[in-house]
């Protein structure tokens, strides 16, 4: 049972706060943890409400990077001139999520604390190579966003102790573009059969880099490495992706699923979205 209910006012005070009151956790959107509260999955006693913490939904370029404040909402993200010109996959992924009320209190940081490897930002956000900035009683850690999963449901992050306070997204420069497309059986309120994410970087017709993320097909956001190699240093071609996504196909390993379809299936629709995300991501290269 909830018997306390904080507003701290900068990280420092929200790991002050996690550390003097047994069995409390950070809150940000609350759209999975209420739920898993309601169904006895977690039983906090004091819940930290991250929101009103200053930067915590930043948007902005500083540096080599793109900072993305943990408490930015799926809506911040989806509507952000920045995020659509520079992270379109993301941009994309997080106008998916849920309804408009969903993406209007849902935050990047509990897509990814959350560990269900389809969420959309969240294998959005590997694609584009985020690195998570984790503040905790040891100090502050960088950790690359694929690498934050334990399996399903199972999070790297403990917020009983750690506040996920950014991300930060590299630029390539000239020539990068990325894609993020879903399978789902309807627009809206409906969990993905399939989801990819893609990031490339093409100069002088050849691809320079590439980052290809699917799911779900494995316990965390996939990051298809074979996939993106069979790419760098050839020629920007169709039948180059289609391999790309044929290889992609191949190593995926979805299982049979009565909500989102049967493993034969979901296999093809991998090679099928893979070369979707590619192309769309390549029909961007020149704007």
């Known amino acids: 049972m909830v018997t306390a209910y904080l507003f701290p006012t900068s990280p420092e005070e929200c790991l002050r706060m996690l550390a003097a009151h047994q069995g409390a956790r950070i809150i940000a959107g609350g759209t999975d943890l209420m739920v898993d509260i309601k169904d006895r999955r977690v ?111 199972r999070s790297r992050v403990d917020s009983t102790r750690e506040l996920l306070w950014r991300f930060l997204v590299p630029k390539w420069g000239e020539g990068d573009a990325s894609a993020f497309v879903r399978l789902s059986p309807r627009r809206a309120l409906s969990l993905p059969m399939l989801n990819v994410a893609v990031r490339v970087q093409a100069r002088d017709g050849r691809w320079q880099r590439v980052r290809i993320c699917l799911a779900p097909v494995a316990p965390r956001p996939y990051l298809c ?42 296999k093809e629709m991998v090679r099928v979205l893979v070369l979707r995300a590619l192309e769309e991501a390549v029909s961007r290269l020149g704007r």
């Open 225 to 266: 490495r074979e996939a993106a190699e069979a790419l760098v240093g050839a020629e920007v071609t169709r039948d180059r992706m289609a391999e790309a996504a044929r290889i992609a196909a191949d190593l995926a390993q979805p299982r049979d699923s009565q909500l989102r379809g049967s493993r034969e299936y979901r």
């Open 43 to 153: 039983e906090p006693r004091v819940l930290v409400d991250i929101t009103r913490i200053p930067g915590v939904d930043l948007i902005a370029e500083e540096g080599e990077n793109i900072i993305l404040g943990g408490g930015v909402t799926h809506a911040q993200a989806a509507h952000s001139e920045l995020v659509k010109e520079k992270l379109a996959a993301l941009a994309q992924a997080a106008a998916s999520v849920g309804s408009p009320q969903i993406r209007n209190v849902g935050t990047l940081a509990g897509n990814v604390v959350n560990a269900q490897p389809a969420a959309d930002a969240a294998v959005a956000l590997v694609a584009l190579g985020a690195e998570a900035e984790i503040i905790g009683p040891a100090g502050t850690r960088r950790v690359p966003v694929e690498e934050l999963y334990e399996g399903v449901g």
